[in-house]
């Protein structure tokens, strides 16, 4: 399976709400690179969808452009949702839910090993996300 069709799979269990789908996409030492943190394996997978999916239940994931070399792809898309849930903070604290909705676009950039996801870096502008939550100023 090649890193296109595992995006596309990973999008869909993403946006279907399958975070066992979507850790069994990804390598046993997997690392996932967030602006807030990094973390590795299934584990760490598992603890990416908490600190990025729980909040949103309602969130969705929209491909608005993918290039790929054939074991790296980049997308540029949108993640879209309403902050419902509490928000896990780097210090271990969470933040109380806003009910504010986001709409912030990320760039991600995947790597395939043996037909799985081996690493995944995504980033996104923290200010205008914090600033859609109405946790900053405008």
């Known amino acids: 399976m090649g890193i296109t069709e595992l995006n596309d799979l990973a999008t869909d269990a993403w946006n279907r709400h399958d975070r066992d789908a979507y850790v069994?996409?990804?390598?046993?030492?997997?690392?996932i690179v967030t602006p807030d943190a990094?973390?590795?394996?299934?584990?760490?997978a598992r603890e990416f969808w908490r600190q990025n999916a729980d909040p949103f239940p309602d969130n969705r994931i929209t491909a608005r452009k993918v290039v790929t070399d054939g074991t790296t792809l980049v997308e540029e898309s949108l993640f879209?949702?309403?902050?419902?849930?509490?928000?896990?903070?780097p210090d271990?604290?969470?933040?109380?839910?806003?009910g504010k909705a986001v709409a912030v676009p990320y760039?991600?950039?995947?790597?395939?090993r043996d037909e799985l996801i081996a690493?995944?870096?995504f980033y996104w502008d923290q200010l205008s996300f914090l600033q859609q939550l109405g946790v900053l100023p405008d």
Do not use: F, K, R
Request: with cysteine; glycine share 14%; aromatic share 2%.
């Open 24 to 31: 069994a996409l990804y390598t046993e030492d997997c690392e």
């Open 38 to 44: 990094t973390v590795t394996g299934h584990d760490g």
């Open 80 to 89: 879209e949702g309403t902050n419902t849930g509490p928000s896990p903070m």
């Open 92 to 98: 271990g604290s969470e933040m109380p839910a806003t």
């Open 107 to 112: 760039v991600g950039l995947h790597t395939a």
């Open 119 to 121: 690493s995944s870096h």
